[in-house]
């Protein structure tokens, strides 16, 4: 038969074609060398207790990937023996546990293979995977027999109200089992990655768990006490809403407040720290001030119970008003000289004279001033007396300016900066003043008195014949516009 040259060039094209075609489907597809040579594939065996209808050509899986295939499952003097064909370019853990799973609802069966760990050596040609690694799945026949059993043993109406209240208790929930189910599955997932940290919690929980058991008299008080408190919750649920209401707007309110102290809180929390290490110094003193606070206020309460309740005509305080002015004299050492005093009605404040201003007669003097600075107790330096915290602090003693009561020193030196001048160590013998003192007799029955500066003043009101009233209220109030 003669074929055109166009025809041959096309059977030979559609030959090689087929050819092509044909080796493809056998190496890609049918993989013809692996079944029939075993290329690119070791064998595994596989011990088990019983075949569990585990058959020939069943997939292999390792992470959910097929890796290999069974080749023949035979009976073995132990068991039964499954060879496994797996895929030489995976590497397949050799500490691992082999499973027989369904892989469908109408029995499927395929072999899982589970490493334990990712170290060690890889499985390789001829390894044996032992029966105590490997599992098989029940018998389907003996589940559905327990599952009949199970059922028969329930009484048929009980059956019945079981299927009916399941059907209520789960009718239309099945997204939220499904999400159920699915979070089951990943929290499973997840405890299988974090296997060895549960394990060790597992381990390591048993101290925790004995101390509670040794401790339930302790957890049952505290289990009680919060059933009171929640029980206080309960009955006062009106006023844990009004504080739920109105909680936000006042700490909203107290926000606000510390931003506008912000500028100047710190400042004041600067000084309350200084203030803080003068209180933690003196505290005993202030310990003795608030235990005997109490018995001042309560005797100066008990003055005015003389009269109380009573028939005479006079009701007032049982108290004396006797002033005894003058004695004993005041002191006038160590303060600014009669030259420099300032008037009693002026109401300005100049800057404060330079130099510390108080009372420098002997400590012991027991007739005037003893309650001024000179006796103050230094706290830090238990038996020592002196009117300042640095003489407190340091080695230096109180000497008095002079013995007398009179004022005594420079005029002129609190006006230079100069502190009033403290006498020598060993002071000469005193020597007369004759400058002015700062004492001035009147004459009761004029009123006229010779000033420190040697002048005659007139001060009518303390006459005898003076008009308006002499009591000593009147003596401490100012002057009332008018009067000489």
Same mark, same amino acid.
């Given at each position: 038969?003669?074929?055109?040259?166009?025809?041959?060039?096309?059977?030979?094209?559609?030959?090689?074609?087929?050819?092509?075609?044909?080796?493809?489907?056998?190496?890609?597809?049918?993989?013809?060398?692996?079944?029939?040579?075993?290329?690119?594939?070791?064998?595994?065996?596989?011990?088990?207790?019983?075949?569990?209808?585990?058959?020939?050509?069943?997939?292999?899986?390792?992470?959910?990937?097929?890796?290999?295939?069974?080749?023949?499952?035979?009976?073995?003097?132990?068991?039964?023996?499954?060879?496994?064909?797996?895929?030489?370019?995976?590497?397949?853990?050799?500490?691992?546990?082999?499973?027989?799973?369904?892989?469908?609802?109408?029995?499927?069966?395929?072999?899982?293979?589970?490493?334990?760990?990712?170290?060690?050596?890889?499985?390789?040609?001829?390894?044996? %995977?032992?029966? $105590?690694?490997?599992?098989?799945?029940?018998?389907?026949?003996?589940?559905?027999r327990a599952v009949n059993t199970g059922v028969q043993a329930i009484p048929r109406d009980n059956l019945t109200t079981v299927i009916d209240e399941s059907y209520t208790a789960f009718g239309g929930l099945g997204p939220d089992l499904a999400r159920l189910t699915r979070g089951a599955t990943t929290l499973a997932i997840d405890t299988r990655n974090n296997l060895p940290a549960l394990t060790?919690? %597992?381990?390591?929980?048993?101290?925790?768990?004995?101390?509670?058991?040794?401790?339930?008299?302790?957890?049952?008080?505290?289990?009680?006490?919060?059933?009171?408190?929640?029980?206080?919750?309960?009955?006062?649920?009106?006023?844990?809403?009004?504080?739920?209401?109105?909680?936000?707007?006042?700490?909203?309110?107290?926000?606000?407040?510390?931003?506008?102290?912000?500028?100047?809180?710190?400042?004041?929390?600067?000084?309350?720290?200084?203030?803080?290490?003068?209180?933690?110094?003196?505290?005993?003193?202030?310990?003795?001030?608030?235990?005997?606070?109490?018995?001042?206020?309560?005797?100066?309460?008990?003055?005015?119970?003389?009269?109380?309740?009573?028939?005479?005509?006079?009701?007032?305080?049982?108290?004396?008003?006797?002033?005894?002015?003058?004695?004993?004299?005041?002191?006038?050492?160590?303060?600014?000289?009669?030259?420099?005093?300032?008037?009693?009605?002026?109401?300005?404040?100049?800057?404060?004279?330079?130099? $510390?201003?108080?009372?420098?007669?002997?400590?012991?003097?027991?007739?005037?001033?003893?309650?001024?600075?000179?006796?103050l107790p230094c706290v830090t330096r238990p038996g020592k007396r002196a009117p300042t915290v640095k003489m407190c602090e340091s080695d230096e003693n109180y000497v008095p300016l002079n013995e007398g009561t009179n004022w005594k020193g420079d005029p002129n030196a609190t006006l230079s900066g100069q502190p009033v001048p403290q006498p020598p160590p060993d002071p000469p013998p005193p020597?007369?003043?004759?400058?002015? %003192?700062?004492?001035?007799?009147?004459?009761?029955?004029?009123?006229?008195?010779?000033?420190?500066?040697?002048?005659?003043?007139?001060?009518?009101?303390?006459?005898?014949?003076?008009?308006?009233?002499?009591?000593?209220? $009147?003596?401490?109030?100012?002057?009332?516009?008018?009067?000489?």
């Amino acid at each position: 038969m003669y074929l055109s040259k166009r025809v041959r060039l096309q059977l030979a094209i559609f030959a090689m074609v087929t050819v092509v075609a044909g080796g493809s489907m056998a190496f890609a597809y049918l993989r013809l060398p692996s079944l029939l040579f075993g290329v690119g594939r070791y064998q595994v065996t596989m011990k088990l207790q019983d075949a569990a209808s585990l058959y020939r050509d069943a997939n292999v899986t390792y992470r959910g990937t097929t890796v290999g295939r069974v080749t023949d499952v035979r009976l073995s003097d132990a068991g039964v023996d499954a060879m496994l064909s797996l895929q030489s370019d995976t590497k397949i853990p050799a500490d691992l546990d082999a499973h027989v799973g369904s892989q469908t609802a109408v029995g499927e069966l395929f072999v899982d293979l589970v490493p334990r760990s990712g170290d060690g050596a890889p499985l390789k040609n001829g390894d044996v %995977i032992p029966a $105590d690694r490997t599992s098989v799945p029940p018998d389907i026949n003996a589940l559905l027999r327990a599952v009949n059993t199970g059922v028969q043993a329930i009484p048929r109406d009980n059956l019945t109200t079981v299927i009916d209240e399941s059907y209520t208790a789960f009718g239309g929930l099945g997204p939220d089992l499904a999400r159920l189910t699915r979070g089951a599955t990943t929290l499973a997932i997840d405890t299988r990655n974090n296997l060895p940290a549960l394990t060790t919690l %597992i381990d390591d929980a048993k101290p925790i768990l004995d101390t509670q058991t040794e401790t339930s008299d302790s957890i049952q008080t505290w289990a009680s006490n919060l059933a009171q408190v929640t029980n206080q919750l309960q009955l006062q649920d009106e006023s844990v809403q009004g504080l739920l209401v109105n909680g936000p707007p006042a700490a909203d309110q107290v926000r606000q407040l510390f931003e506008r102290v912000q500028p100047t809180l710190p400042i004041l929390l600067a000084n309350l720290v200084s203030l803080g290490q003068v209180a933690l110094t003196y505290q005993p003193n202030l310990e003795q001030i608030l235990a005997l606070y109490p018995i001042e206020i309560a005797g100066l309460q008990g003055a005015a119970l003389a009269n109380r309740n009573t028939k005479q005509d006079y009701k007032g305080l049982f108290l004396s008003f006797n002033l005894n002015l003058n004695v004993p004299p005041p002191c006038r050492t160590g303060y600014l000289p009669a030259q420099q005093q300032r008037a009693p009605s002026e109401v300005d404040y100049p800057p404060k004279p330079p130099g $510390d201003l108080y009372c420098r007669i002997p400590q012991e003097s027991g007739l005037t001033n003893v309650r001024g600075a000179r006796n103050l107790p230094c706290v830090t330096r238990p038996g020592k007396r002196a009117p300042t915290v640095k003489m407190c602090e340091s080695d230096e003693n109180y000497v008095p300016l002079n013995e007398g009561t009179n004022w005594k020193g420079d005029p002129n030196a609190t006006l230079s900066g100069q502190p009033v001048p403290q006498p020598p160590p060993d002071p000469p013998p005193p020597v007369p003043v004759t400058a002015p %003192i700062a004492v001035a007799e009147y004459d009761p029955s004029t009123g006229s008195y010779i000033g420190p500066d040697g002048k005659q003043y007139r001060q009518a009101d303390l006459g005898q014949n003076a008009a308006g009233q002499h009591t000593w209220q $009147d003596m401490l109030l100012p002057p009332k516009d008018g009067d000489p």
